[in-house]
């Protein structure tokens, strides 16, 4: 249900989550406790499949892991199952309605992502196999940035080409790792 692009999460009643997925009125609320812990939920799951799908991958080099990364990320969005798309939506409604229902969350789980990648940039380049002027932090942010972007863009008009997108994104990422000589 929250995967719907015609209801809100701040919009959707616990209940009528819970009727829409097929269960009793009660039963989401008796298992969740309310709206904001669901979300949570969510969250999490969506975060640690994702996480534990890409970071199991951990080696020594950073552009082969990004570009794992990128694999997994297109291969989800090519076929998203509704908690994929239900992440996406959270993300935007804790965007555009923040709520300290979803925002808390959403935030958290972004800064997780960023740091994890972060964590495999800051070692190659402290240690000379990347450009000394790529900056971890920002790099993370606008590969996830540039993911999300077009997962969003995806999740509204069937007529993104994830597979031109994901050429751009690899060979923007490529470009940038590889872009100065190294000394």
């Given amino acids: 249900m929250i995967a719907r692009t015609d209801l809100t999460v701040n919009a959707a009643a ?48 950073p552009l082969g892991e990004l570009l794992a990364l990128i694999d997994i990320y297109f291969t989800v969005l090519s076929n998203p199952l509704a908690v994929n798309r239900a992440r996406l939506v959270l993300w935007a409604e804790a965007v555009t309605n923040p709520s ?32 000394g002027s790529v ?3 920002g790099l993370a942010t606008v590969i996830i940035a540039m993911l999300r972007g077009v997962a969003l863009q995806a999740l509204i008009d069937d007529h993104v080409d994830l597979a031109a997108a994901r050429s751009e994104i690899e060979q923007l990422v490529t470009a940038r790792l590889t872009q100065e000589k190294l000394q």
Avoid: N, W
């Fill in 100 to 131: 300290e229902e979803i925002r808390p969350s959403m935030v958290a789980a972004d800064r997780e992502f960023r740091e994890e990648i972060e964590k495999r940039l800051q070692p190659a380049v402290t240690g000379g196999r990347l450009p």
């Fill in 135 to 137: 900056d971890p932090h």
């Fill in 14 to 61: 616990l209940a009528s989550v819970g009727e829409r997925a097929g269960y009793s009125r009660g039963l989401a609320t008796h298992h969740f406790g309310s709206k904001g812990a669901l979300m949570q939920r969510l969250v999490e799951t969506v975060t640690h499949q994702f996480r534990d799908a890409m970071f199991d991958r951990s080696g020594s080099d």
